[in-house]
């Protein structure tokens, strides 16, 4: 069975500060990793894909990605109020993406 | 913009009903998927397509079918609806194959109550 397992949080942050989501998966196929961003009642929206070991920046956000570890972050630099949200991992291989059940972040302003 | 579109946002069916839900995407996606969100649960995938006519069960097929007799369109079928399908049911398309399929645009949703 695969698995993908992240803090369930919430997560709570202060404006301006750096918010860290992390995600580790069970299933070693799995050739890439996406973020995605569901606000409530609203349906995940991508915010960020990482198929390399390492790191992959797109404005305030970086994705990390460790293979040898099976784990896979977010971070969020100068969170702002309208990062609040719920982040969900996923791991995809061979057509099937295998979703966390999300964590939320809440940032105060 | 991508734009994908469901039938309902909200629908409410009877136990036993057969149950067609519809999603339509308007980039000339190859690839469409119907997934499942419950509380606890997450998002789990239930069929997707990666060609007209082609469909490959995902990880929760059962009590489900889909279609796919065009390419902008994926239906979703509940054959004999029961209570446990009751559910926010999401349809996303995606326009790359390899690595990249994970790279997917999801419809607004439909929450289906089974009673």
């Known amino acids: 069975q695969k698995e993908v397992e992240q803090n369930s949080g919430p997560l709570s942050v202060p404006e301006g500060a750096i918010a860290s989501l992390n995600c580790t998966y069970s299933d070693r196929g799995s050739q890439s990793f996406f973020w995605y961003r569901q606000y409530s009642g609203k349906s995940p929206e991508l915010i960020m894909f990482?198929?390399?070991?390492g790191d992959k920046e797109d404005g305030r956000f970086t994705a990390q990605l460790n293979k040898a570890s099976q784990y896979v972050s977010l971070l969020i630099r100068d969170s702002q109020p309208s990062d609040s949200a719920t982040y969900l991992c996923?791991?995809?291989?061979?057509?099937?993406?295998?979703f966390g059940k999300g964590t939320l972040l809440t940032v105060n302003p | 913009d991508v734009k994908v579109t469901q039938s309902s946002r909200y629908l409410v069916k009877r136990t036993g009903e057969k149950v067609f839900l519809e999603c339509v995407q308007d980039?000339?996606?190859?690839?469409m998927f119907w997934y499942r969100q419950d509380p606890g649960l997450g998002l789990r995938l239930i069929y997707f397509?990666?060609?007209?006519?082609?469909?490959e069960k995902g990880d929760i097929p059962e009590g489900y079918s889909v279609s796919r007799e065009k390419k902008e369109r994926f239906s979703l079928i509940l054959e004999s609806a029961s209570t446990n399908q009751t559910s926010m049911y999401l349809c996303?398309?995606?326009?790359?194959?390899?690595?990249?399929?994970?790279?997917?645009?999801f419809g607004p949703g439909t929450r289906l109550t089974v009673t």
């Open positions: 990482i198929y390399s070991n």
């Open positions: 996923a791991a995809g291989s061979n057509y099937k993406l295998t």
């Open positions: 996303a398309s995606s326009l790359w194959t390899g690595p990249r399929f994970g790279e997917q645009y």
């Open positions: 980039m000339d996606h190859e690839n």
């Open positions: 397509s990666y060609d007209v006519k082609m469909k």
